[in-house]
């Protein structure tokens, strides 16, 4: 859960503007006081848990502070941004555990006591992490504010303390943001992963907790998408399949590793399929981060889905991941569990063209509507980029500067329709490709053994899954998160 955690303060970090920054100043003192919660079950060794400092008490001096200066002015009171409230319910989730079963520990040995500092680590590191995300928007929600002054002929002053862009009302909450950055950072001093390096690990003899957790998956995103009409569901649909995919990636380098047999004449094959399934990675991370210019700041991914979603990521975490860093590839083959995986991903990647179906119907459906700052620059990047089609009339104002700045929710403009559904279109064929590419790739692939050849008969199993293609089929790179 402290993993989950920390995770999603990094793609909070990866994913934030100008316009998250109201949502992530209400959210923190929640999510401070959630962090302290659990910090204060956390049992007692004897030892000095944490420095003299107590870096957590002033955490929360800082956050009451914060607290009660949002009915002040800007942002003011309202909903939290929807990533730092599922930080807060898992860590009040992990602190109700703790305070359930942390009374049976016994002893205080050396590995308890690392064990607990590793789960002070990374629930520091979360803040740490998620204050960082906090200053960034608020940087990001005072350059906005400078462009919209001078493109109104408003005289603006620039600060002279912290970034030149950070005016008024943004300045102090800058500040407390960097304090309590600073705060987090002083107890991370020697680094994340000196801090958890004691960390307790449990042996990871369940074989089948990755297949399991992909069938969860499949089906909640089955019953989710279905039932619900939400933007944030499909962000988190499309990233967890982006994330299957590159774990696909990583088994599939760990099983070549593990062959004897590496012959030339099995490279191609590996070659398509890696390329292949890369492609799949890239399509769904590209629709992931178009979905998300949609969620609307009171948008909420249904609880199941999550969970359902953060189960798959821990269960992959046991075969590709020690503590913070992920294995080499010669590590990852030692798993015994890494046939049963490696199979399981490819049914899952074999599956993805149905979810993309599902999701370019959402995509059809009509006034969809997104936040509009983010829908603006998404019109004008995608044609200067050539992925959508110009207006005749020429350069066109997509969205209305006034709903800019009263940050509205508004039409999707043509372009980003253009673009969303061509994206969509595109996790279809490239999940259709990769399915097609694990069907043939056995027929090529050496046999040394039995081993290779229960991998061959479970990989043989897929059946290319037909779309139809268009003449102008066209695809594009993504930054976002992999």
């Known amino acids: 859960m402290l993993t989950d955690v920390d995770h999603q303060a990094r793609l909070l970090l990866l994913d934030v503007d100008g316009d998250h920054a109201g949502g992530l100043v209400r959210g923190w003192p929640a999510l401070v006081t959630a962090a302290n919660e659990l910090w204060a079950a956390l049992p007692r060794t004897g030892y000095a848990d944490e420095p003299h400092s107590r870096p957590m008490e002033r955490l929360v001096a800082h956050a009451a502070t914060i607290d009660n200066s949002l009915s002040a002015g800007w942002p003011g009171r309202g909903d939290p941004d929807h990533r730092v409230a599922h ?10 555990l703790v305070r359930r079963y942390g009374p049976e520990i016994t002893g205080h040995g050396a590995a308890l006591r690392q ?15 998620a204050a960082h995300a906090g200053n960034v928007a608020l940087h990001a929600h005072g350059h906005d504010l400078y462009r919209e002054a001078r493109q109104a002929g408003r005289k603006v002053s620039l600060s002279t303390v912290h970034s030149p862009h950070v005016v008024a009302p943004t300045a102090t909450w800058v500040g407390r943001f960097a304090t309590a950055e600073a705060i987090a950072g002083r107890y991370l001093a020697g680094g994340l992963v000196a801090g958890v390096a004691g960390e307790a690990r449990r042996p990871t003899d369940d074989h089948s907790r990755i297949p399991r957790a992909l069938a969860a998956w499949d089906i909640q995103a089955h019953r989710t998408l279905a039932a619900r009409s939400s933007a944030s569901d499909n962000v988190i649909v499309s990233r967890t399949q982006a994330l299957i995919a590159g774990v696909g990636l990583l088994m599939v380098d760990a099983d070549t590793h ?7 004449a099995a490279r191609p094959a590996r070659d398509r399929l890696t390329a292949s399934i890369d492609a799949v990675g890239r399509a769904w991370n590209n629709l992931a981060s178009r979905w998300d210019d949609l969620p609307a700041p009171t948008d909420r991914p249904d609880p199941k889905l999550l969970r359902a979603s953060a189960e798959l990521r821990a269960a992959y975490r046991e075969i590709t991941h020690d503590t913070t860093t992920t294995m080499s590839p010669d590590a990852i083959a030692q798993h015994p569990g890494l046939e049963r995986a490696l199979s399981a991903t490819l049914a899952a990647i074999e599956s993805a063209p149905e979810l993309a179906d599902v999701l370019a119907e959402k995509a059809s459906q009509p006034r969809l509507v997104g936040r509009s700052r983010a829908l603006s620059h998404r019109a004008h990047n995608d044609i200067e980029a050539g992925l959508a089609t110009p207006d005749p009339s020429g350069d066109v104002v997509w969205v209305s500067p006034a709903d800019i700045r009263a940050k ?27 399915a097609s590419s694990a069907t043939c790739s056995p027929l090529d692939w050496p046999v040394a053994g039995g081993r290779d050849l229960e991998l061959r008969q ?3 199993r897929l059946l290319p899954v037909q779309t139809n293609r268009g003449p102008n089929d066209r ?3 993504s930054r976002a998160p992999r």
Not at 87 to 92: I, N, P, R
């Open 475 to 477: 695809s594009e790179q």
């Open 115 to 129: 064990d607990l500092q590793a789960a002070r680590s990374r629930t520091m590191h979360s803040l740490y992490v």
């Open 258 to 264: 593990n062959r004897a047999a590496t012959a030339s």
């Open 458 to 460: 479970s990989v043989g």
């Open 408 to 434: 509205r929710m508004v039409d999707l403009p043509r372009p980003v329709e253009e673009t969303l559904r061509a994206s969509t279109d595109q996790a279809r064929r490239a999940s259709a490709k990769a």
């Open 87 to 96: 930080m807060a319910e898992t860590l009040q989730a992990a602190g109700n």
